[in-house]
Every structure is written in C-alpha cells, then in structure tokens.
C-alpha cells in the first residue's frame, strides 16, 4: 500500500482546507485510515480515524471542526479541516491499516505511512 498526502497550506484562523489521502497498491487490504499530525517540538497525534464500517472517531479538539471520509471509488480519504486554530498547524500524515495473509494463514498486520503535508494557521 502507497499513501499519497496532499492538501496542506496557509490559512488564516477560522479558515478551512481539505486534505486528501489517495491509496494504491493492495487497497482491499486497507481496514482503517488514520491521520496524524505532528507540531514542532510535540509528539504525533492521532487526530481522526475511520474503519472499515465508516465509522469515524475524533480528538477532541478536533470534534465538530474535522470531518474524515473516504471515496471508496477514488480510493481516496478527505480530512476536511473547518474552523481552524492557530493551534492545528503541524505537519499532518495519513496512514492506513492493512491486514494481508500468507499462503499458510499467518496474518500479517501492517501500518503504511504517507508523506507528510504542512498546515500552517495564522493568527
């Protein structure tokens, strides 16, 4: 599975942006998609997250501001970015969750990691 991150830029607070996460290679592997993202000096955070069913959780200082779909057609996931705060800028990765099998059953669990895409908010 390949990850393919774009999106990201400058905005000024209460601005919004989309960011996309396009998938190739083993895509009906694929069982969740996450995105991070990681502030200078801080660790990574998981900021959304959607499985397999749809269903989507959030940090909470992402509720009611994120929303994370998927286009199951274009293989591509959305994190749509409303109401932004200086305090989202970070650089933002998508990942994505896969479960393969071997030829003799033994699962293979993997995280796959896209480039990173920046997102900066003014104040």
């Known amino acids: 599975v390949q990850l393919q991150a774009s999106g990201g830029g400058l905005v000024e607070a209460g601005g919004s942006l989309r960011l996309s996460c396009a998938a190739t290679?083993?895509?009906?592997?694929?069982?969740?998609v996450e995105w991070y993202r990681q502030a200078p000096g801080k660790e990574r955070e998981l900021v959304a997250s959607?499985?397999?069913?749809?269903?989507?959780t959030y940090v909470d200082s992402a509720k009611g501001r994120f929303t994370l779909s998927r286009d199951i057609a274009k293989n591509t996931a959305y994190l749509q970015m409303n109401s932004l705060k200086p305090d989202d800028t970070a650089v933002y990765y998508c990942?994505?969750?896969?479960?393969?099998?071997?030829?003799?059953?033994?699962?293979?669990?993997?995280?796959?990691w896209g480039q990173g895409t920046q997102v900066t908010v003014s104040s």
């Open positions: 990942s994505a969750d896969s479960l393969s099998w071997t030829i003799d059953g033994t699962p293979i669990v993997q995280r796959h």
């Open positions: 290679g083993n895509i009906a592997s694929i069982n969740a």
């Open positions: 959607i499985r397999d069913g749809g269903t989507t």
